[in-house]
């Protein structure tokens, strides 16, 4: 069986009005008719000769490894052009057969690759198939999250933690993709602060039409680039918690990073699509920057949760019930000084020999303080601890430490 690369055009499910045939062009309606075929086929053989292509068929592998590349995600949808009536109708106008025909692809693709990690967990060639063969990577483990991780988080879940413990290298990897993210997101933002500063000096007057067209150009590549990375790293953590908690090393200069973006970075790229002279911002740049800034929220809300929520609440509930056991003291006030001493890392001396935490929660601890400082600039990410976590009116203590 002969499987041909999936391109980003095959994902083109609009009516071809020109020879009213169907969606997309006609090679691409081929193409994922012949995927689908081929790929049932695969999926009804027998286990042996399944695990056998993945060593013998490369077109399999180059298939698989462009259709996770190219597939369309849910926010490519935001870049769909309705600024004329053509542009409105051709959105409109789809092929229900086609959308068929990739839904289609979309779940063998899944299955193809949930059977292989699951049937042969046991199978002590894998780890060598996986790597030498290229059939999963870091960057394929990625794409499934944003995929699948949503609608199938458990079967995802499965996949990504049998890949890591049959090569515990990709967690390496991982951890190089958080770093990457949280650079370009530092970087972006500086890009974003220089045009800035030149919009505001030079006004739209000084700008040709031609630099106008650029500079949008340029401002949209950013939103995109800024939400493939923020979608990306969404879905990893809320469907690999535990991947991305082992994974990542600086979460807390990722969540300021992204808290750049909520507090600066957005409002000037809103300024710098105001200031441009052929119409300012249109509703594809208002709406993706109403997306980044969702994505970013929802993103700091997650790694919160996952850093240092969960595992602070974890750690305060056994330590405190270890010294009401101890001690048979459970009152308001013991329970106040707990809570100021998870912030300054210190440990009491009950008698209980009660564990400090670990520098990692300490660490984050200080950034959740930060966050939701009442003198802190990022009042976005402050609105939402304290609105999804009730923490209400927070004050200063002596130790400079946040309490309730």
Not at 255 to 266: M, P, S
Not at 389 to 394: E, L
């Amino acid at each position: 069986m002969q499987f041909p690369p999936f391109l980003e055009e095959d994902n083109d499910t609009t009516w071809d009005l020109t020879s009213n045939t169907g969606g997309g062009s006609e090679y691409g309606r081929a193409v994922t008719k012949l995927l689908n075929v081929n790929l049932k086929q695969l999926l009804e053989s027998n286990d042996a000769t399944f695990y056998r292509s993945f060593s013998t068929n490369p077109s399999l592998i180059k298939f698989l490894d462009t259709f996770l590349r190219f597939r369309s995600r849910t926010i490519d949808a935001l870049w769909i052009s309705t600024a004329t009536k053509n542009d409105v109708a051709r959105s409109t106008m789809v092929d229900e057969r086609k959308i068929k025909s990739l839904d289609n692809l979309d779940r063998r693709v899944f299955t193809t690759f949930y059977r292989l990690m699951v049937t042969n967990e046991t199978n002590a060639s894998l780890g060598t198939v996986l790597s030498k063969h290229h059939v999963i990577d870091a960057p394929k483990l990625l794409d499934l999250c944003v995929l699948y991780g949503r609608k199938h988080h458990n079967h995802v879940r499965t996949i990504v933690a049998g890949a890591v413990k049959v090569n515990p290298h990709y967690l390496a990897s991982f951890t190089q993709a958080w770093a990457y993210t949280t650079k370009k997101l530092v970087g972006s933002a500086a890009l974003v602060n220089t045009e800035a500063l030149k919009a505001k000096g030079n006004g739209q007057g000084n700008r040709t039409t031609k630099a106008t067209a650029a500079l949008r150009r340029k401002m949209r590549d950013v939103l995109k680039f800024v939400l493939d990375m923020l979608d990306t790293a969404l879905s990893v953590v809320d469907t690999c918690p535990d991947i991305f908690r082992t994974s990542c090393e600086q979460p807390l200069e990722m969540l300021r990073a992204i808290a750049t973006y909520l507090d600066e970075t957005l409002r000037q790229l809103e300024q710098i699509f105001a200031s441009l002279a052929d119409g300012g911002a249109w509703d594809v740049d208002t709406n993706a920057i109403h997306v980044v800034r969702s994505l970013s929220l929802r993103l700091s809300h997650s790694i919160l949760n996952q850093c240092l929520l969960n595992p602070l609440e974890t750690h305060y509930r056994r330590e405190t019930s270890h010294a009401t056991k101890s001690n048979h003291v459970d009152t308001a006030e013991e329970e106040d000084e707990e809570l100021q001493l998870l912030g300054t890392g210190e440990t009491k001396n009950n008698n209980n020999n009660n564990a400090s935490l670990t520098t990692a929660n300490t660490s984050l601890w200080a950034v959740l303080n930060e966050l939701c400082s009442s003198t802190t600039s990022m009042t976005a990410l402050r609105i939402l601890l304290q609105t999804h976590y009730n923490i209400g009116t927070w004050r200063k203590t002596t130790t400079g430490c946040l309490g309730t």
